[in-house]
């Protein structure tokens, strides 16, 4: 079992920036990849950033490319999701996830572990 723990959501305004945290405990955190989706209001889960076993490897949603940077630390079991340049439509409930693969996959059915996810709001 990997349990996660999501922080850092609230209310920002267009433009500004908002840096989520994840942190991990249970089994061995870095050996899983970890991934960030999104739910907004009405919509299906969407997917935002992955990172691999080691953080060599990273992959982000065309939608957020260049605005967002995810990143870990191992040693703190914990995934971040620095946001910049944010924008109204980035609201949503933002959840971590971990996949066993390692390699910070996008597809959702990879992932066996959720957080219960942080609020994003961005207001105009």
């Known amino acids: 079992q990997v349990q996660l723990v999501e922080s850092g959501g609230g209310l920002v305004q267009a433009g500004g920036s908002l840096r989520l945290s994840c942190a991990a405990s249970?089994?061995?955190?870095?050996?899983?990849?970890m991934g960030w989706f999104r739910q907004a209001p009405g919509k299906e889960h969407e997917f935002v950033a992955a990172?691999?076993?080691?953080?060599?490897?990273?992959y982000y949603a065309d939608s957020v490319k260049g605005r967002f940077t995810i990143s870990r630390d191992n040693a703190k079991n914990t995934v971040y999701l620095q946001m910049n340049s944010l924008k109204p439509e980035d609201t949503a409930v933002y959840y971590c996830?971990?996949?066993?693969w390692g390699l910070g996959l996008s597809g959702e059915a990879e992932y066996d572990y959720w957080g219960q996810g942080t609020q994003v709001t961005v207001s105009s």
């Open positions: 996830a971990a996949e066993p």
């Open positions: 249970g089994r061995t955190f870095s050996n899983y990849g």
């Open positions: 990172i691999s076993w080691n953080g060599g490897r990273t």
